[in-house]
């Protein structure tokens, strides 16, 4: 005959939070992780921020500001280099070679 099993009853005593995690839980990994980036964004937080207005030369902040030129004032786009159209006129003939080649090619495929 099975031994019946009883149940005790009264309060569960608390377990701690990470009982159950071991070192290599991913878990873990991700809560050290949370805490070190918590921790950096807090201590970048903390750092001083240079004054660069401080640190510049005097001749620095004296200098005008440059000259603002409408966009007319600039030359318009250079046509492409004529060498471009021969490069693209071999590369078509090269394309149409293969395109010819690769017919072919299904034509003694073809049962």
Excluded: K, Q
Excluded at 41 to 47: D, I, S
Excluded at 48 to 69: C, G, K
Excluded at 96 to 103: H, K, M, T, Y
Aim: glycine share 4%.
């Amino acid at each position: 005959m099975p031994r019946r099993r009883t149940f005790r009853c009264g309060p569960v005593p608390p377990r701690p939070v990470l009982a159950g995690l071991s070192l290599t839980s991913p878990v873990l990994a991700g809560l050290v992780v949370a805490s070190l980036v918590l921790v950096s964004l807090v201590l970048a937080g903390c750092a001083p921020f240079p004054r660069v207005a401080e640190h510049s030369p005097a001749r620095v902040a004296a200098a005008p500001y440059p000259a603002l030129l409408p966009l007319d004032a600039f030359p318009e786009a250079t046509p492409p280099a004529p060498e471009g159209a021969a490069i693209a006129e071999a590369l078509d003939a090269e394309a149409a070679a293969l395109n010819a080649r690769a017919a072919a090619l299904r034509r003694l495929a073809a049962p």
